[in-house]
């Protein structure tokens, strides 16, 4: 039995429509409402599992109003509208809809929506059930064990940060006076988390007991939202403790949430990030799953003892001299501990088990090829292949031959029979580096492949069933690929069902000296020279650096500098030379765009300015200076689609 559908729409006919399409696709249609008041009432009386919603309804209330009440209720929606005005888009996004169809539309276009649309929230519910039962035992443990408070609170601290990132937490009983209890956690520059009593962090901070008195006074209604840069400084203006604190600090951003205990005692959680946009709605949705776990901490640990919050004071310590050691903390054999990297450590230990496609995004050089390694290590599949494949070193007309193989005479110079990289991976998993750079030919077959688990070879009329899984990963930012037309919406939405982004090196500072450690180590094994560390000052000069190429580029500074040393410590750090401007450099990684892209790129662009139009005064073939029989058929040669052009 296919599920229950509510369609939120004024226009009779088109929800009429809409209702006859769903309900031939085997969908039950509960209901159809023209306005919020009336949906708010059929959800009550008929439960759906999904909702299809406009944005533009009868009343004063839009979809983007109701899709708000709806992610509440955890009631999964895709909105259906004319509406394409740019800033409207933006609103319905940070609503985050499991899709969004222009009108008109296609039967086949909303049947595909769906499917994709219920393939990710069944992969979403599987993923996020585990993560809020892990905070709440977290805290039970926790709160068990025998340690002080104040260890104790650290502990809670290291753990949230995989589900919000903060550099400061502050829990503040509403309306408290000073000696009341509100208690600071606070992350210093060595990544360690310091308890601070409301005393000591006014010492910190050097404001006066006085000042902190009069501040109180000020209006503190912060509500349960999100405060990032500009909103973030109109916040502070408000209160003025929260501008010395954010000054000191250099807190940019702010998450608000209240609790509200048994008790009937609000407590106030203010999340404080350096960061400029840190905060967004998944993360106050995710603070409101994860409610009772808060409860539990403040019952639980922060009340469990009256004893005076010790005071702890910040110092900024200058790092001592690192020396290399052999063994390294490491999540199978990934070097770090940030509490960025250890949300990743999380998702892959969610994510390793399962069968699911996994797309890790980030920035050249931040180990997108290790978490691979490891989500397959970690898997069912350990004992078959990782087959790896580098998508943008393919040339551009072998691809399809070398993924899905090919028959003997498929193609000039095809001598032989080849089995492809999915048939070699067949029972393992499959990596698809650089998936951005998979033409859209390659990617309609990949599809296939996710979607059927069959492959076609090259030349063949036969298709083979596969059981490969794909681990998928890219530099890119996919989703500006599928606005240019370059990446197929369709495979996006498949890929991205488990999506892991890795933080580049600069995000996570903290890590820098135990990797760098870590390559010390690993290159003095290979050299005869006496290198026993990093003295503290080259370690600033990294801790400094901004790190471009990130892990990559830390290992292969680590390797050049200890050919350089001279004595029993690496003393001076030459950090590489950024290319001038006007130096061309083809990076590693980088792949040549061949012609026939770029002129697709081209083509596509200028087809985009002029609204699709070929013909005619202003038409893309006038602009292009070419026949327009000629611009035809390039655009039929590469693939060029009318819907890449809206
Ligand atoms: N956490 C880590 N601990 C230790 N070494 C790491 C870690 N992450 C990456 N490395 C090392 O850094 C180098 C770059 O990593 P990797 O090739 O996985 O990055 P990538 O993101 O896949 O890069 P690209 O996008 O260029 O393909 C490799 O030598 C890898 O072994």
Same mark, same amino acid.
């Given at each position: 039995?296919?599920?229950?559908?509510?369609?939120?729409?004024? =226009?009779?006919?088109?929800? $009429?429509?809409?209702?006859?399409?769903?309900?031939?696709?085997?969908?039950?249609?509960?209901?159809?409402?023209?306005?919020?008041?009336?949906?708010?009432?059929?959800?009550?009386?008929?439960?759906?599992?999904?909702?299809?919603?406009?944005?533009?309804?009868?009343?004063?209330?839009?979809?983007?109003?109701?899709?708000?009440?709806? !992610?509440?209720?955890?009631?999964?929606?895709i909105y259906i509208s004319a509406n394409t005005n740019q800033?409207i888009l933006e609103?319905a996004k940070?609503? =985050?809809?499991?899709g969004f169809l222009v009108k008109p539309f296609r039967e086949k276009d909303l049947v595909v929506m769906l499917d994709i649309a219920?393939?990710?929230?069944?992969? !979403?519910?599987?993923?996020?059930?585990?993560?809020?039962?892990?905070?709440?035992?977290?805290?039970?443990?926790?709160?068990?064990?025998?340690?002080?408070?104040?260890?104790?609170?650290?502990?809670?601290?290291?753990?949230?940060?995989?589900?919000?990132?903060? /550099?400061?937490?502050?829990?503040?009983?509403?309306?408290?006076?000073?000696?009341?209890? %509100?208690?600071?956690?606070?992350?210093?520059?060595?990544?360690?988390?310091?308890?601070?009593?409301?005393?000591?962090?006014?010492?910190?901070? #050097?404001? *006066?007991?006085?000042?902190?008195? !009069?501040?109180?006074?000020?209006?503190?209604?912060? @509500?349960?939202?999100?405060?990032?840069?500009?909103?973030?400084?109109?916040?502070?203006?408000?209160?003025?403790?929260?501008?010395?604190?954010?000054?000191?600090?250099?807190?940019?951003?702010?998450?608000?949430?209240?609790?509200?205990?048994? !008790? &009937?005692?609000?407590?106030?959680?203010?999340?404080?990030?350096? #960061?400029?946009?840190?905060?967004?709605?998944?993360?106050?949705?995710?603070?409101?799953?994860?409610?009772?776990?808060? /409860? %539990?901490?403040? *019952?639980?640990?922060?009340?469990?003892?009256?004893?005076?919050?010790?005071?702890?004071?910040?110092?900024?310590?200058?790092?001592?001299?690192?020396?290399?050691?052999?063994?390294?903390?490491?999540?199978?054999?990934?070097?770090?501990?940030?509490?960025?990297?250890?949300?990743?450590?999380?998702?892959?230990?969610?994510?390793?088990?399962? =069968?699911?496609s996994?797309l890790?995004m &980030?920035?050249? @050089?931040?180990?997108?090829?290790?978490?691979?390694?490891?989500?397959?290590?970690?898997?069912?599949?350990?004992?078959?292949?990782?087959?790896?494949v580098n998508c943008a070193a393919l040339p551009i007309n072998l691809i399809e031959s070398e993924l899905f &193989?090919h028959?003997? @005479?498929a193609f000039t110079g095809a001598?032989?029979?080849?089995?492809g990289k999915f048939?070699?991976?067949?029972?393992?998993?499959?990596?698809l580096d650089e998936i951005g750079e998979l033409p859209l030919e390659a990617q309609v077959k990949l599809l296939r492949v996710l979607q059927e688990?069959?492959i076609e070879r090259l030349g &063949?009329?036969?298709t083979?069933?596969? $059981?490969?899984?794909i681990?998928a990963a890219t530099n890119r930012n996919l989703e500006k690929e599928v606005a240019e037309g370059r990446f197929r919406l369709d495979l996006y939405y498949r890929l991205n069902?488990?999506?892991?982004?890795?933080?580049?090196?600069?995000?996570?500072?903290?890590?820098?000296?135990?990797?760098?450690?870590?390559?010390?180590?690993?290159?003095?094994?290979?050299?005869?020279?006496?290198?026993?560390?990093?003295?503290?000052?080259?370690?600033?000069?990294?801790?400094?650096?901004?790190?471009? @190429?990130?892990?990559?580029?830390?290992?292969?500074?680590?390797?050049?500098?200890?050919?350089?040393?001279?004595?029993?410590?690496?003393?001076?750090?030459?950090?590489?030379?950024?290319?001038?401007?006007?130096?061309?450099?083809v990076?590693?990684g980088y792949r040549v765009r061949t012609m026939e892209e770029m002129e697709r790129e081209h083509i596509l662009e200028i087809l985009k300015l002029c609204k699709g139009k070929i013909y005619g005064e202003g038409g893309a073939a006038e602009m292009l200076n070419i026949p327009s029989t000629t611009l035809n058929s390039k655009i039929k040669k590469l693939g060029i689609k009318y819907e890449y052009v809206k």
């Amino acid at each position: 039995m296919k599920e229950n559908i509510l369609i939120v729409e004024d =226009e009779f006919i088109v929800a $009429n429509d809409l209702r006859i399409m769903l309900q031939k696709a085997g969908y039950k249609v509960c209901g159809i409402a023209p306005s919020v008041a009336k949906a708010i009432d059929l959800i009550k009386a008929k439960n759906p599992d999904w909702v299809l919603l406009d944005i533009f309804l009868q009343g004063t209330k839009t979809g983007i109003d109701l899709a708000n009440q709806l !992610s509440e209720m955890g009631i999964p929606f895709i909105y259906i509208s004319a509406n394409t005005n740019q800033a409207i888009l933006e609103a319905a996004k940070a609503t =985050e809809p499991y899709g969004f169809l222009v009108k008109p539309f296609r039967e086949k276009d909303l049947v595909v929506m769906l499917d994709i649309a219920l393939y990710r929230h069944q992969q !979403s519910r599987k993923f996020n059930q585990p993560k809020e039962a892990t905070l709440r035992e977290q805290i039970e443990q926790i709160a068990a064990k025998t340690d002080s408070k104040d260890e104790k609170l650290k502990q809670v601290a290291t753990a949230l940060q995989s589900i919000i990132p903060f /550099n400061c937490l502050n829990i503040n009983k509403n309306e408290a006076s000073i000696e009341s209890e %509100q208690v600071y956690l606070i992350k210093n520059t060595l990544n360690i988390f310091q308890v601070l009593s409301l005393n000591a962090a006014l010492d910190v901070t #050097g404001v *006066s007991h006085r000042n902190y008195r !009069s501040w109180r006074s000020s209006p503190q209604d912060t @509500g349960n939202q999100f405060y990032n840069n500009f909103e973030f400084r109109r916040l502070k203006m408000d209160s003025l403790w929260l501008k010395a604190l954010s000054d000191h600090y250099k807190y940019q951003s702010a998450l608000c949430y209240d609790i509200r205990l048994e !008790s &009937g005692y609000v407590y106030k959680l203010t999340f404080l990030s350096t #960061g400029l946009d840190s905060y967004n709605k998944l993360q106050l949705d995710l603070l409101q799953k994860n409610a009772p776990a808060f /409860n %539990q901490l403040i *019952s639980d640990i922060l009340l469990k003892n009256d004893a005076e919050v010790k005071q702890v004071r910040t110092a900024r310590v200058s790092p001592a001299p690192v020396a290399a050691v052999s063994t390294h903390q490491s999540f199978n054999g990934i070097i770090g501990e940030s509490p960025l990297l250890k949300a990743v450590f999380n998702k892959i230990n969610i994510v390793a088990p399962d =069968e699911t496609s996994v797309l890790i995004m &980030g920035e050249s @050089g931040t180990g997108k090829e290790r978490i691979a390694q490891t989500i397959h290590k970690l898997s069912p599949r350990k004992n078959k292949l990782l087959v790896t494949v580098n998508c943008a070193a393919l040339p551009i007309n072998l691809i399809e031959s070398e993924l899905f &193989g090919h028959e003997k @005479g498929a193609f000039t110079g095809a001598t032989e029979k080849r089995t492809g990289k999915f048939e070699q991976a067949d029972g393992g998993t499959i990596f698809l580096d650089e998936i951005g750079e998979l033409p859209l030919e390659a990617q309609v077959k990949l599809l296939r492949v996710l979607q059927e688990k069959e492959i076609e070879r090259l030349g &063949g009329n036969y298709t083979k069933k596969v $059981n490969v899984r794909i681990i998928a990963a890219t530099n890119r930012n996919l989703e500006k690929e599928v606005a240019e037309g370059r990446f197929r919406l369709d495979l996006y939405y498949r890929l991205n069902v488990f999506p892991i982004e890795l933080p580049s090196l600069r995000q996570r500072k903290e890590d820098i000296p135990i990797l760098a450690n870590y390559f010390l180590d690993r290159f003095i094994k290979k050299t005869n020279k006496n290198v026993t560390g990093i003295s503290g000052e080259a370690m600033l000069t990294l801790m400094d650096y901004d790190w471009p @190429g990130n892990i990559r580029e830390l290992e292969h500074l680590i390797e050049r500098s200890i050919l350089m040393a001279t004595g029993d410590f690496i003393e001076n750090i030459e950090m590489a030379k950024l290319p001038s401007a006007g130096t061309f450099q083809v990076q590693e990684g980088y792949r040549v765009r061949t012609m026939e892209e770029m002129e697709r790129e081209h083509i596509l662009e200028i087809l985009k300015l002029c609204k699709g139009k070929i013909y005619g005064e202003g038409g893309a073939a006038e602009m292009l200076n070419i026949p327009s029989t000629t611009l035809n058929s390039k655009i039929k040669k590469l693939g060029i689609k009318y819907e890449y052009v809206k």
